[in-house]
């Protein structure tokens, strides 16, 4: 651009904070004239001021949403950066029918759920989960080469259901290991399973063939429950299955039951709903590790995303092209 362009913040009032160092911010105050003021509700007091100068809007978790009224009240407005992952929430399509550049975090934030579900992939190879029950109960040595020959993560078959940005970085993780990777995808063609160095499997296949089974589909109305009962009752007895996702990939229900009649084992980030009910089995039960969404960029991680969302304006106010962008034909297959 010939000029600083003006650059407000849209998101929930505490992060700035959270996601900006102080040579972030310092950085992104170089690049742009910032608005001094949080924008949490389009429709405020002084919002509109800033609507119709924004060139940038740097939105986050709590933006207020996007929609046509919106870039009405907005005509300079070129980019919208997002410092998080999906922009389904908050950016209508109409913003793409008008030219309107944007770009998503998702890239930074895909590396803690990926480093997470390492974690648990190897760990589930390891039966930590059976145990340290089982080790927790009787308070003595554990016959581990006698009654547990098949722990061990030498040559684990591993399933990823989605080569998604995230499915992609757990792949890039699992490479170093002795495991055999197999993805299903609708998407991934020949050539680019060759390239990840992965084979491709149909679902049903997949399910049936690894012990470890790790979920990383975007939520859209095709993929919506489809881990059914019927596909839950694939997975061998023993097997581990691993939600970073969504919940809504995952029918509740049947897998509670699956996981009350401790025929599997479960690592949730993800449930339907979420947050599960009080009275939920699953937070109870030693089959199941269950968590409060915490894969995704969680404390200091959080400044991965933030200056992500700089690195763009940089791009954008010298005329480069954005490492990230959105193209809205992909809403209906993304996260």
Not at 200 to 221: G, K
Request: with cysteine; net charge neutral.
């Amino acid at each position: 651009m010939t000029r600083r362009p003006r650059c407000a913040l849209a998101m929930a009032a505490y992060l700035p904070a959270r996601l900006f160092t102080p040579a972030d911010r310092a950085r992104m105050e170089a690049l742009g004239e910032v608005e001094p003021v949080v924008l949490t509700d389009f429709d405020a007091p002084g919002a509109r001021r800033v609507l119709a100068e924004v060139d940038v809007l740097v939105t986050g978790w709590e933006s207020p949403y996007i929609d046509a009224a919106v870039l009405d009240r907005a005509p300079r407005l070129r980019a919208v950066l997002h410092t998080a992952g999906t922009v389904k929430h908050h950016v209508h399509p109409v913003c793409f029918e008008r030219g309107l550049a944007v770009t998503s975090a998702a890239g930074a934030n895909a590396l803690p759920v990926a480093e997470y579900t390492l974690a648990w992939i190897l760990l589930a190879g390891k039966g930590v989960m059976a145990l340290k029950e089982r080790y927790a109960r009787e308070r003595t040595a554990v016959p581990l080469h006698r009654e547990y020959p098949e722990i061990g993560n030498a040559g684990r078959h591993v399933g990823i259901i989605g080569a998604s940005r995230i499915g992609r970085r757990v792949i890039e993780l699992l490479r170093p290991h002795d495991v055999l990777v197999s993805v299903h995808d609708p998407y991934l063609d020949a050539a680019g399973a060759k390239a990840l160095g992965v084979r491709t499997l149909p679902l049903d296949e997949l399910l049936e063939q690894c012990s470890v089974v790790s979920v990383h589909a975007p939520l859209t109305d095709r993929t919506r429950g489809m881990l059914d009962r019927r596909r839950l009752g694939l997975l061998r007895d023993g097997s581990t299955l691993l939600n970073t996702a969504r919940g809504a990939l995952i029918d509740q229900r049947a897998l509670t039951e699956e996981l009350v009649a401790g025929r599997l084992h479960a690592v949730l980030d993800v449930t339907d709903p979420e947050v599960l009910p009080a009275d939920s089995p699953l937070y109870e039960l030693p089959n199941v590790v269950l968590t409060p969404h915490l894969a995704g960029s969680s404390g200091n991680e959080l400044t991965r995303l933030g200056r992500a969302a700089v690195d763009e304006l940089e791009r954008f106010v010298h005329g480069r092209p954005f490492r990230a962008p959105v193209a809205g034909p992909d809403l209906d297959r993304t996260a």
